[in-house]
């Protein structure tokens, strides 16, 4: 299973980027939904760091761990995340369009790796269009927020 999506942002591509890798804002944030973003170590970020992710989804946390798979300044990030009931990756691009905007384009594939994996899998695929508009609602709010704080006055 693929998502994609682009996403124009009126904000340089190396502040867009800086924004996106900067995990220590990730892990303190706690979202309204439960979200949470933890290193499972102390050290540095490098290729291979590890963090556990929960969110709330359809009633129920989810968790899982992924890593860093890919860091290439100042245009992508990858991360990777496998377990016994799937293996997926996401990848964020950042490419400029002008000085003063970029577009994000996001990629993820997913793979069920088991048979309650595949039942969750097909309900994502029935449901495509659904996960398409949230994702692009989604990618629109992150886009709104990178360009509004690119826009406001620093003191």
Do not use: C
Not at 52 to 76: K, Y
Not at 77 to 100: G, H, I, W
Not at 122 to 142: A, E, H, P, T, W
């Amino acid at each position: 299973m693929q998502f994609k999506h682009s996403q124009l942002i009126n904000a340089p591509a190396e502040y867009v980027f800086q924004r996106i890798t900067n995990f220590e804002a990730f892990e303190s944030y706690s979202g309204t939904k439960g979200f949470s973003f933890q290193r499972r170590d102390n050290k540095s970020v490098r290729i291979g760091t590890q963090w556990n992710i929960s969110f709330v989804l359809r009633g129920r946390t989810r968790r899982f761990r992924a890593a860093l798979s890919e860091l290439i300044p100042p245009r992508t990030v990858s991360y990777s995340s496998t377990s016994p009931k799937y293996s997926a990756a996401m990848s964020l691009t950042v490419t400029p369009v002008s000085p003063r905007s970029s577009t994000l384009d996001m990629l993820l594939v997913a793979q069920p790796r088991s048979f309650s994996a595949t039942l969750v899998f097909n309900s994502f695929r029935l449901g495509r269009r659904r996960v398409n508009k949230r994702i692009s609602k989604y990618m629109q709010d992150v886009a709104d927020r990178l360009a509004a704080d690119y826009a406001a006055p620093t003191d």
